[in-house]
Nanobody, 125 residues
Framework: QVQLVESGGGLVQPGGSLRLSCAAS????????IGWFRQAPGSDERVQIS?????????YYANSVKGRFTIYRDSAKNTVYLQMNSLKPEDTAVYYC?????????????????WGQGTQVTVSS
């Protein structure tokens, strides 16, 4: 069964860190580009914040998270991680990973057609 499962969310104070996991089953994550998205409270929009390609391992970040978040793969665990540091209250959202079944990253969100269920991140004191 093909599945993406996010985990690692929780409640953290401003300035803190979390590491989100996107674990795959039924396919090999290394074979595809993986994007991370988030949906803020009260918003209908999932916003892409990062992506890691399969072809050359290139990593991309939205300006809102650049310098604070790091995306990387662990091939042995068939997992993509999102290390989030210096968290801010505006990072509060449900975080999703997704794939468009291609090698290279895209910021065309409509092309991502396979999603995990999401994990909640709350940044609050």
């Amino acid at each position: 069964q093909v599945q993406l499962v996010e985990s690692g969310g929780g409640l953290v104070q401003p300035g803190g860190s979390l590491r989100l996991s996107c674990a795959a089953s039924g396919f090999t994550l290394d074979d595809y580009a993986i994007g991370w998205f988030r949906q803020a409270p009260g918003s209908d929009e999932r916003v892409q914040i990062s992506c890691i390609s399969s072809s050359d391992g290139s990593r991309y970040y939205a300006n809102s998270v650049k310098g604070r978040f790091t995306i990387y793969r662990d091939s042995a665990k068939n997992t993509v991680y999102l290390q989030m540091n210096s968290l801010k209250p505006e990072d509060t959202a449900v975080y999703y990973c997704a794939t468009d079944w291609r090698l290279d990253c895209t910021w065309r969100q409509y092309e991502y057609d396979y999603w995990g269920q999401g994990t909640q991140v709350t940044v609050s004191s």
